[in-house]
């Protein structure tokens, strides 16, 4: 069963910069496309980036374009999130699974980011 490992959240004032980490085991992590979502309390979980399985092609939702870039290191089997230029609009709850996502996608524990003004 696949295990995904979110870390490196945690408070940053507005316009700082954080770098999220999705450690996946329990599957050939080169086989997928990956992608990094965000929920905050009350809301649906949204889409913020993906790339895919061999790192050439990504994609971001508008609100986090020129800001967010998420590489992936398949020889650590990890996937990251960088975050430049945060906003109090980018705090939530940060989680990564595979994509695009399947009918009962695999979620870790995700990662709080919180953004003061």
């Known amino acids: 069963q696949v295990q995904l490992v979110e870390s490196g959240g945690g408070v940053v004032q507005t316009g700082g910069s954080l770098r999220l980490s999705c450690a996946v085991s329990?599957?050939?992590?080169?086989?997928?496309?990956m992608g990094w979502f965000r929920q905050i309390p009350g809301k649906e979980r949204e889409f913020v980036a993906a790339?895919?399985?061999?790192?050439?092609?990504?994609s971001y939702t508008d609100t986090v374009k020129g800001r967010f870039t998420i590489p992936r290191d398949n020889a650590k089997n990890t996937v990251y999130l960088q975050m430049h230029s945060l906003t109090p609009a980018d705090t939530a709850g940060y989680y990564c699974t595979t994509y695009p996502l399947t009918a009962t996608p695999d979620w870790g524990q995700g990662t709080q980011v919180t953004v003061s003004s």
């Open positions: 790339i895919s399985k061999g790192g050439v092609t990504t």
């Open positions: 329990g599957r050939t992590f080169s086989n997928y496309a």
